[in-house]
């Protein structure tokens, strides 16, 4: 009998301590979300949705603007997944690389800039309850995070253009290196 007493009381504290977590998550980290994304919203209304997309196709020029700057701004300003509409401003050939910087970065700022990919959060705050158990502040590790990201995430791009390269050559396909508006 007291096999399956533990197994029952085993059972629901699983469940208990799952509801412990996401309470500290209602009273800690989800309304730093709402408020980071309202803000964000605001700022970009402020700015002006035109001003926006004209910055990205100035940026698109560049390949530090295309690969590292832009991918930061969209993912920081739009989040997950609406960053990724930025591309759409690059020209043909320069999209699987914004899309490649700015699908790794949704990833890598979420200790930092929680709002930009909050579903990332069960990643991010599994390796920071590690980094809190040992009495360490975990910004440091968001901000190495987001920096190492944000260097290995251009990287990438920039491979992702040789690939494109290499592929468009292969099968005989020219991409627009031109952004047509």
């Known amino acids: 009998m ?16 799952g509801a412990d977590v ?3 998550w209602i009273v800690g980290i989800v309304p730093l979300v709402l408020i980071l994304l309202v803000f964000m919203n605001t700022l970009i209304n402020l700015i002006g949705q035109e001003k926006i997309n004209k910055f990205a196709q100035w940026a698109s020029k ?20 609406a960053s990724f509409t ?6 043909e050939f320069y999209k699987p690389s914004y899309y ?15 709002h930009i990919n909050p579903g990332e959060l069960f990643v991010w705050l599994g390796i920071a309850s590690g980094v809190s158990t040992l ?8 901000i190495r995070y987001l ?9 990438g791009a920039y ?5 494109t390269a290499y592929v468009s050559k292969k099968s005989g396909i020219e991409l627009s290196k031109v952004a047509k508006m």
């Open 2 to 17: 007291d096999f399956l007493i533990n197994i029952a009381e085993g059972f629901i504290g699983l469940f208990r301590t």
């Open 22 to 24: 996401f309470m500290s």
């Open 62 to 81: 560049f390949g530090i603007m295309r690969n590292m700057i832009l991918p930061f701004i969209a993912t920081f300003m739009l989040g997950n997944p």
């Open 86 to 91: 930025m591309g759409k401003f690059l020209p």
């Open 100 to 114: 490649a910087a700015t699908a790794q970065y949704c990833h890598t700022s979420s200790g930092i800039f929680p």
């Open 135 to 142: 009495g360490l502040s975990m910004t440091p590790l968001a």
């Open 147 to 155: 920096l190492v990201g944000l260097v290995m995430n251009a990287v």
């Open 159 to 163: 491979v992702t253009d040789y690939t």
